[in-house]
């Protein structure tokens, strides 16, 4: 069984950084995308970053792009998420998901659905 368990979150000022982690076991974690999303209070649950099985390839929302780094260590079965200059807009509950399955060159999954497993998310506030 696959379990994912996000840890990390916390409430932090504007401008602050903060380091997400999601340590997974029971599956073969090296191989597939491992990816972060978030849902904001009222709203879907949004795309943020993903990143292959030895971290060559990342992708990233636009939101986020500059400010967020994805990085995974497949020997601690962790992947990561340093999130830096936070806004109040980034405040949500970020939840990292395993794809659990592989990807050819040039197509990653940014989608719900493109994920097999997920962890229970860690809260992000945000304060201005």
């Known amino acids: 069984q696959v379990q994912l368990v996000e840890s990390g979150g916390g409430l932090v000022q504007s401008g602050d950084s903060l380091r997400l982690s999601c340590a997974v076991s029971?599956?073969?974690?090296?191989?597939?995308?491992m990816g972060w999303f978030r849902q904001a209070p009222g709203k879907e649950r949004e795309f943020v970053s993903t990143?292959?099985?030895?971290?060559?390839?990342?992708y990233y929302a636009e939101s986020v792009k500059g400010r967020f780094t994805i990085s995974r260590d497949n020997a601690k079965n962790t992947v990561y998420l340093q999130v830096n200059t936070l806004k109040p807009e980034d405040t949500a509950v970020y939840y990292c998901?395993?794809?659990?399955?592989?990807?050819?060159?040039?197509?990653?999954?940014?989608?719900?659905?493109?994920?097999?497993?997920w962890g229970q998310g860690t809260q992000v506030t945000v304060s201005s």
């Open positions: 998901a395993s794809s659990g399955r592989l990807y050819s060159a040039g197509s990653y999954p940014n989608r719900e659905y493109d994920y097999a497993y």
């Open positions: 029971g599956g073969t974690f090296s191989r597939y995308y």
């Open positions: 990143i292959n099985w030895n971290g060559g390839r990342t």
